[in-house]
T-cell receptor, first 110, second 114 residues
Framework: QKEVEQNSGPLSVPEGAIASLNCTYS??????FFWYRQYSGKSPELIMS????GDKEDGRFTAQLNKASQYVSLLIRDSQPSDSATYLC??????????FGTGTSLTVIP | DGGITQSPKYLFRKEGQNVTLSCEQN?????MYWYRQDPGQGLRLIYY???????QKGDIAEGYSVSREKKESFPLTVTSAQKNPTAFYLC?????????????FGDGTRLSIL
């Protein structure tokens, strides 16, 4: 059984702080990893994708992947109230199926 | 604009009724997926299709059926055998089976029981 686990939160950070979101996965042959943001009542939207070990930065977002330890994380710098949402971690196996974590709820306090 | 269109946005099902959720994409994507999301939960895969006239069951296929007669369309039927259909249903697609392609989502259909 392939599993993707996230801390459900809620995670609260003050405006301007760094938010750190973590995700672990069970299968060592996992190939690609994605972070989605989902506002309440809306569909998920892609924030970051990462495929190789290390860090990948895009604006205020940094994704970190460690395949040996089977975790992927998302850092949000200078957090804004508009970042308040649920963040979903997704893992792709063999290009066919995507498995999602249950999501971490983030609240940025003004 | 290219994208994925799901309809209707809201749907109500009566006892013993089958209902069909529409998903159309004009992104020329090969693979299409249906997910179910319950409150406070992640996405669970119902069915997926990689090519026309072929589809595979996901983790929770019981009580659901799909068809893929055209590349652009992947409708989902929620049958009367699905006893707890109330959920948010999301359709997604990817360009091809390459490992680095993310999924793109439609706006979803919210299904409730009358």
């Amino acid at each position: 059984q392939k599993e993707v686990e996230q801390n459900s939160g809620p995670l609260s950070v003050p405006e301007g702080a760094i938010a750190s979101l973590n995700c672990t996965y069970s299968d060592r042959v996992s190939q690609s990893f994605f972070w989605y943001r989902q506002y309440s009542g809306k569909s998920p939207e892609l924030i970051m994708s990462i495929y190789s070990n290390g860090d990948k930065e895009d604006g205020r977002f940094t994704a970190q992947l460690n395949k040996a330890s089977q975790y992927v994380s998302l850092l949000i710098r200078d957090s804004q109230p508009s970042d308040s949402a649920t963040y979903l971690c997704a893992v792709n196996w063999n290009g066919n199926q995507f498995y999602f974590g249950t999501g971490t709820s983030l609240t940025v306090i003004p | 604009d290219g994208g994925i269109t799901q309809s209707p946005k809201y749907l109500f099902r009566k006892e013993g009724q089958n209902v069909t959720l529409s998903c159309e994409q004009n992104l020329n994507h090969d693979a299409m997926y249906w997910y179910r999301q319950d409150p406070g939960q992640g996405l669970r895969l119902i069915y997926y299709s990689q090519i026309v006239n072929d589809f595979q069951k996901g983790d929770i296929a019981e009580g659901y059926s799909v068809s893929r007669e055209k590349k652009e369309s992947f409708p989902l039927t929620v049958t009367s055998a699905q006893k707890n259909p109330t959920a948010f249903y999301l359709c997604a697609s990817t360009p091809w089976r390459g490992r680095e392609q993310p999924q793109h989502f439609g706006d979803g259909t919210r299904l409730s029981i009358l």
